[in-house]
């Protein structure tokens, strides 16, 4: 714990982070590439839970569907963790005290948790049923709590806005 | 050109209606509003990039071009319609955030400059699949408007953003 209070100060107190709370142009400037690359993850992961549900794109089968928009989304999700990350170093303490923010990165990793256990469950027989309109239950169950848990994660990060005051 | 005193009494006018007053008032309305204008623009914008990376033939080159835009490129209008709806109601909220702020009209601006290209390419592509492969200089132009798109559409969303530093006192 001491050693996490540690850097989390060494943060703060670094340059870059000094450079971000000082510079009136450059938060405006991260916040807009993170908006952006959170609307490029989300959107590209609402078109697979979509597919995943049975509403859109039902005539492709489920991996061509992922391939087609993976790169997208994981390039999105590094833009975002980057841009994220240079807003949390600049107000560490702050953001660690924020209820939202905590939210918003246990429910990043509730949605990443669930991809995981949606492949580790359906990795094996997704050639057998990835070309039906209609998935299994386990598969629909998986679309349907992304979105929902994608949503949280976008509302949080609005709630932050509101709840704490940068700099 | 708007006249400033004009839309600065209309601002007045509409922060003083009973709507307005609610969406000031209750905490949540708010941030609920700029959530789901938020995802409405995360469905547009990663909607017309899908299709603009396929022009480009970076993503999804496995599928022709007008299926790509068939999948995609429908869904973007009744979704246009909750971006509206919520930025209204954002805009009666706070109206002087954004009426009186010259960022706002360069954001709806770049938003009307990115759904014209948008019904553009999905006009041209349902009118006649070939239309952007026919020969060397459509594909460039086809190129060249898929380049715009993106960066029209990052324009918006930097603006929308930039609103919230740049609002009149």
């Given at each position: 714990?001491?050693?996490?209070?540690?850097?989390?100060?060494?943060?703060?107190?670094?340059?870059?982070?000094?450079?971000?709370?000082?510079?009136?142009?450059?938060?405006?400037?991260?916040?807009?590439?993170?908006?952006?690359?959170?609307?490029?993850?989300?959107?590209?992961?609402?078109?697979?839970?979509?597919?995943?549900l049975g509403l859109a794109s039902t005539d492709r089968p489920v991996s061509r569907v992922t391939q087609g928009i993976l790169p997208l989304t994981w390039g999105a999700f590094v833009v975002a963790v980057a841009s994220g990350g240079l807003m949390f170093i600049s107000n560490a303490a702050k953001y660690l005290g924020n209820g939202y923010f905590i939210a918003k990165i246990l429910l990043i990793g509730a949605a990443g948790l669930n991809m995981v256990i949606f492949h580790a469950i359906n990795a094996r027989d997704l050639p057998k049923w990835?070309?039906?309109?209609?998935?299994?239950?386990?598969?629909?169950?998986?679309?349907?709590?992304?979105?929902?848990?994608?949503?949280?994660?976008?509302?949080?990060?609005?709630?932050?806005?509101?709840?704490?005051?940068?700099? | 050109?708007?006249?400033?005193?004009?839309?600065?009494?209309?601002?007045?006018?509409?922060?003083?209606?009973?709507?307005?007053?609610?969406?000031?008032?209750?905490?949540?309305?708010?941030?609920?509003?700029?959530?789901?204008?938020?995802?409405?623009?995360?469905?547009?914008?990663?909607?017309?990039?899908?299709?603009?990376?396929?022009?480009?033939?970076?993503?999804?080159?496995?599928?022709?071009?007008?299926?790509?835009?068939?999948?995609?490129?429908?869904?973007?209008?009744?979704?246009?319609?909750?971006?509206?709806?919520?930025?209204?109601?954002?805009?009666?909220?706070?109206?002087?955030?954004?009426?009186?702020?010259?960022?706002?009209?360069?954001?709806?601006?770049?938003?009307?400059?990115?759904?014209?290209?948008?019904?553009?390419?999905?006009?041209?592509?349902?009118?006649?699949?070939?239309?952007?492969?026919?020969?060397?200089?459509?594909?460039?132009?086809?190129?060249?408007?898929?380049?715009?798109?993106?960066?029209?559409?990052?324009?918006?969303?930097?603006?929308?953003?930039?609103?919230?530093?740049?609002?009149?006192?």
């Open positions: 714990m001491l050693q996490l209070q540690g850097l989390i100060s060494y943060l703060e107190n670094s340059a870059l982070a000094d450079n971000i709370r000082e510079n009136d142009l450059l938060f405006p400037l991260i916040e807009s590439v993170h908006v952006l690359s959170i609307c490029l993850a989300v959107g590209s992961i609402l078109v697979v839970d979509l597919r995943l990835e070309n039906d309109p209609r998935l299994p239950l386990s598969a629909r169950l998986a679309g349907g709590l992304s979105i929902l848990l994608w949503v949280a994660v976008v509302a949080c990060g609005r709630w932050i806005g509101f709840t704490m005051q940068p700099g | 050109m708007i006249d400033a005193a004009i839309v600065n009494e209309f601002s007045k006018w509409l922060a003083a209606t009973p709507l307005s007053h609610t969406i000031q008032t209750t905490g949540w309305i708010i941030p609920t509003l700029q959530t789901i204008h938020i995802l409405s623009v995360a469905v547009l914008f990663s909607s017309a990039i899908l299709v603009d990376l396929r022009i480009w033939r970076v993503l999804q080159r496995d599928a022709p071009l007008p299926d790509v835009a068939r999948r995609f490129l429908p869904l973007i209008w009744p979704v246009v319609l909750i971006l509206l709806v919520t930025g209204s109601l954002l805009i009666i909220g706070e109206p002087r955030r954004s009426l009186l702020n010259t960022t706002f009209y360069l954001k709806m601006a770049l938003l009307a400059a990115a759904l014209a290209l948008t019904g553009l390419l999905q006009w041209s592509l349902s009118s006649a699949p070939g239309f952007w492969d026919k020969d060397r200089g459509r594909r460039i132009a086809g190129r060249c408007a898929a380049t715009v798109s993106i960066l029209v559409w990052c324009g918006v969303i930097f603006g929308g953003r930039f609103i919230a530093y740049t609002q009149a006192g």
